[in-house]
């Protein structure tokens, strides 16, 4: 099996002439003699007991030549793309057979590549970082959190309903003097000011008092969803049972022994400082990232065929069906759901596809322009990072996932790493970064 020519097309697809020898073919129609002889009946002969000569006597030589050319097509063409040097994109291949006999098979297929790709200007981008700052404030507020988390609800009785407090009361609702259906409540527990009800529904509850009744006089919203009731004036009775207030307990090394790992208040401040600039930081290095990502998508210079985004769109899309799978739903009943079409559905992951293609082929050019691979060293630490993420021994990972495929992906780390290195990133104040942000 030999590749004979391969040729670029000017619609940016691979024309490949492919040879298979005559010994390789002759042992595939061999092969393919053996096959379909079972369900060949030849006149004096039990069936798929008749010798290859006579088969090819009565039906002609070529009998057998369809099924070698599909047994023995698959092979050759792996083949010959790998010694083509062009990287094949899982796509339609076009077949067509130049020539097939006893002196061997000569096919030509057309494949879609990966496109021939330059990159311009990646090693002098321009970021910005927004500056890590945490605050007094920032701190106080997980100190408000903790003290949230220990809050405990005590009742009323001194006084009457004020906005925060949490009112357990029945109601029923009437519209020209008739109760309504779903308007009626037992026991039914609200903090005033929380916006559950209606408007101006909890503001007529502060100011009652335990066992207080009283009528609260509302106006359904013309948007309301039940059509019957949209920009209808109602009356609720209510009846008050109980007032309560949320009692927040001090903060003080007492409450931080309780609810955490560590001793004191200033413990806990230095660790929420700590742990605060940590998540801002990996924050503000993800938007660093993610505009790196866009600029070194703006310097690639490629025709890419449409077969690596609709390809890209098929593995977003498997993947969210397999999370759908996971929370017991299927694909289709999830497009069912939304009232999406299946072509309006795939058009969503459109946008985010073509970004990734277009950021992966750009990191690849990069490495190949600038001389980027992955040692040894590197495969041996990515091999341990994801022993580690799964929990697996070493071994199996290897196992799992080959070298070759795994330097692909650290080849594409380090590219993103050398163009990091070289872009020039400005620190920017929070409100600096918005002015950008409102600009673009």
Known sequence: MSLKTATKREDGRVELEIEVDAASFEKAVAAAYKKDVKKMAVPGFRKGKAPRAMIEKIYGSGIFYETAMNDVYPAALDEAIKESGY??????????????GAEGLVFKAVITVKPECKMRGHKSLKVTRKAVVVTDEDINAELTRLQERGARMVSVEDRAAEMGDTVT?????FVDDVAFEGGKGENHALVLGSGQFIPGFEEQLVGAAVDAELDVNVTFPE????????????????KVHKIEKKELPAIDDELIKDSTDFDTVEEFKADAKKRLEEQRNRAADAEVDEQLAEGVARCLKADIPAAMYERAIDDRIQDFAYRLQA?????EMYIKYTGMDEASFRDSFREQAEKQVKVRLALETVAKQDNIEATEEDLEAEYAKLADMYKMDVDKVKAAIPAAELAKDVVVQKAMAFVRKKATITTVSEDEAEEKEAEE
């Open 169 to 173: 009361f029945d109601f029923e609702g």
């Open 223 to 238: 948007e309301y969803h039940a059509a019957e009731l949209a920009g209808k004036p109602a009356v609720f009775k209510c």
């Open 87 to 100: 990287e094949y994109v899982e796509d339609k291949i076009d077949l067509d057979v130049i020539s097939v």
């Open 327 to 331: 929370q017991g739903l299927s694909l």
